[in-house]
């Protein structure tokens, strides 16, 4: 009887032991998680800069395009982005006053650029 006492004691100690193993390995995986999220979301965050770095390089190109075509007074192939970039320019008014607007793109990021003279 005393021996089916131990066995009964020991058991009750290796169930507390088992759970707060449990509770720790629980613990740390939401740990592992919420680090994981915060990382994914920081990558993300990176290249968008990058994406958006492309998207800014291909706007200034179609400002410069259309300023080279006004000040040359001869039309220019459109500039092209070896990066997969693109730009859609549009000139309004008349020179010595005239608006440029040039929105580059590259993939899902979008930067544009207005100059006035």
Not at 42 to 59: H, M, P, T
Request: a positive charge.
């Amino acid at each position: 009887m005393k021996e089916f006492q131990k066995n009964i004691q020991n058991t009750g100690q290796n169930g507390i032991a088992l759970l707060l193993t449990v509770i720790i390995l629980s613990i740390v995986t939401l740990i592992a998680v919420f680090i994981a999220d915060i990382v994914i979301v920081q990558l993300k965050l990176a290249q968008d800069i990058n994406n958006s770095q492309a998207a800014i390089y291909a706007a200034d190109s179609g400002v410069e395009w259309q300023l080279y075509q006004i000040k040359k007074g001869v039309s220019a192939a459109s500039p092209v982005m070896l990066n997969g970039a693109t730009v859609v320019t549009t000139v309004t008014g008349v020179a010595p006053s005239f608006t440029i607007k040039s929105l580059g793109s590259y993939q899902s990021v979008k930067r544009q650029f207005e100059v006035n003279f």
